[in-house]
C-alpha cells in the first residue's frame, strides 16, 4: 500500500510557482521521499528525492518537514509542460536501488495559461 | 536522454496471441528490472520484479504463467503477455536503476497494448 497522501488535482497559473503537498506521516528513519511525475501517456519522469534535508536541482525543490511527516515539490516557475501527474513515493534505498517503487494516485497538476 | 528504452511502443494484436515487450537499460547493467501496467485514469500498479538469472518475483494477483518474464541479460527483461485478451489491453511500463548508491529508479516510456 502506498504510505502517502496526496491532493488529487491543483491548479497552478503559468510562471507562478507550484507547490505540491504530500504527506508522508508513518515515514521510516530509513525511508527516502520520492517525486515523480507522468505527463499523458508517457513512463514516470523522476524529478527528485531527499531524506531529511531539502534539496534542489535544476528540475526542482523539495522541502521536507523536520519531523519528516510531509514534504512539498516545487515547480519554481511553472509552464503549460508541467501539466502532469505528481506522484510522493517513500522508499527505503539501499544503495543499487533495487526497491520497488509503489504509486499510489498522485496529485494532477493543471497549469493554466 | 533516456535511460531506460521500451520498444514497442504501441502493438495492436489479435485475442489469444501472444505479445512481447522489451526493456533496456541504456549504458548500464540492471540486474533488478519492475514491470508496471496501468488502466486509464488509474495509477501505475506493479506486477513484477525482474532478476537477471533467475525468476521473476509476481506481486499478489498477478499471473505468472500469463505474463511471462525473462531477464536472460543484464540489459534486457522482456515481459510476455500469453494468450492476450481484450481485458489485458493496457499500458505497460519497466523501469530499472544503475547500480550505484541513491541512484533513483528511471522508466521507459511504456508499451501500449490494444488486444482486439
Known amino acids: 500500500d502506498a504510505k502517502t497522501t496526496q491532493p488529487t488535482s491543483m491548479d497552478c497559473a503559468e510562471g507562478r510557482a507550484a507547490n505540491l503537498p504530500c504527506n508522508h506521516s508513518t515515514i521510516s528513519g530509513n525511508e527516502y521521499v520520492y517525486w515523480y511525475r507522468q505527463i499523458h501517456s508517457q513512463g514516470p519522469q523522476y524529478i527528485i528525492h531527499g531524506l531529511k534535508n531539502n534539496e534542489t536541482n535544476e528540475m526542482a525543490s523539495l522541502i521536507i518537514t523536520e519531523d519528516r511527516k510531509s514534504s512539498t515539490l516545487i515547480l519554481p516557475h511553472a509552464t503549460l509542460r508541467d501539466t502532469a501527474v505528481y506522484y510522493c513515493i517513500v522508499r527505503v534505498d539501499y544503495g543499487g536501488a533495487t526497491n520497488k517503487l509503489i504509486f499510489g494516485t498522485g496529485t494532477l497538476l493543471a497549469v493554466q495559461p | 536522454g533516456a535511460v531506460v528504452s521500451q520498444h514497442p511502443s504501441r502493438v495492436i494484436c489479435k485475442s489469444g496471441t501472444s505479445v512481447k515487450i522489451e526493456c533496456r537499460s541504456l549504458d548500464f547493467q540492471a540486474t533488478t528490472m519492475f514491470w508496471y501496467r496501468q488502466f486509464p485514469k488509474q495509477s501505475l500498479m506493479l506486477m513484477a520484479t525482474s532478476n537477471e538469472g533467475s525468476k521473476a518475483t509476481y506481486e499478489q494477483g498477478v499471473e505468472k504463467d500469463k505474463f511471462l518474464i525473462n531477464h536472460a541479460s543484464l540489459t534486457l527483461s522482456t515481459l510476455t503477455v500469453t494468450s492476450a485478451h481484450p481485458e489485458d489491453s493496457s499500458f505497460y511500463i519497466c523501469?530499472?536503476?544503475?547500480?550505484?548508491?541513491?541512484?533513483?529508479?528511471?522508466f521507459g516510456n511504456g508499451t501500449r497494448l490494444t488486444v482486439t
Open positions: 523501469s530499472a536503476s544503475r547500480p550505484t548508491d541513491n541512484s533513483p529508479l528511471h
